[in-house]
C-alpha cells in the first residue's frame, strides 16, 4: 500500500510563507496527477492545486500566483509553496495521488495523505 507523509504545516501570520512536503513510501512516477486538497471545519475538501506526470499544473482562482505546486519523483516527493498566506488559507491540507485518464476521469487507487494543519493568523 502507498503511504503519503505531508508535513511543513504549522501557524504563520498573514503575508507569511510555509512550504508544505508530501513524502511517498511508494515511486511517484506511478501516479500522473498529484494533487493537494484543503478541508476547514464545516466545508468540504476543495482542490487547492494539481500536477501531472508531465508538469502540467492548475489551480485553484484563490490561490493563483501565491502558491506553486511541484513534484520529485526521484525523492519520491510532491511540495506546496504558499505564499502570501491569507486568513482564508487556514485548513487542513492533504496531499493525493492518483492516476486520471482524462482531466476529470480518476481510475485505480486514490491515495491520501493524513493531513497537516496550516493556520494563518490576522
Known amino acids: 500500500q502507498v503511504q503519503l507523509v505531508e508535513s511543513g504545516g504549522g501557524l504563520v501570520q498573514a503575508g507569511g510563507s510555509l512550504r508544505l512536503s508530501c513524502a511517498a513510501s511508494?515511486?511517484?512516477?506511478?501516479?500522473?496527477?498529484m494533487g493537494w486538497y484543503r478541508q476547514a471545519p464545516g466545508k468540504q475538501r476543495e482542490l487547492v492545486a494539481a500536477?501531472?506526470?508531465?508538469?502540467?499544473?492548475n489551480y485553484a482562482d484563490s490561490v493563483k500566483d501565491r502558491f506553486t505546486i511541484s513534484r520529485d519523483n526521484a525523492q519520491n516527493t510532491a511540495y506546496l509553496q504558499m505564499n502570501s498566506l491569507k486568513p482564508e488559507d487556514t485548513a487542513v491540507y492533504y496531499c493525493?495521488?492518483?492516476?486520471?485518464?482524462?482531466?476529470?476521469?480518476?481510475?485505480?487507487?486514490?491515495?491520501w495523505g493524513q493531513g497537516t494543519q496550516v493556520t494563518v493568523s490576522s
Open positions: 511508494g515511486r511517484l512516477f506511478r501516479f500522473n496527477r
Open positions: 493525493n495521488a492518483r492516476n486520471f485518464i482524462s482531466a476529470t476521469i480518476p481510475v485505480g487507487g486514490d491515495y
Open positions: 500536477i501531472t506526470s508531465g508538469g502540467t499544473t
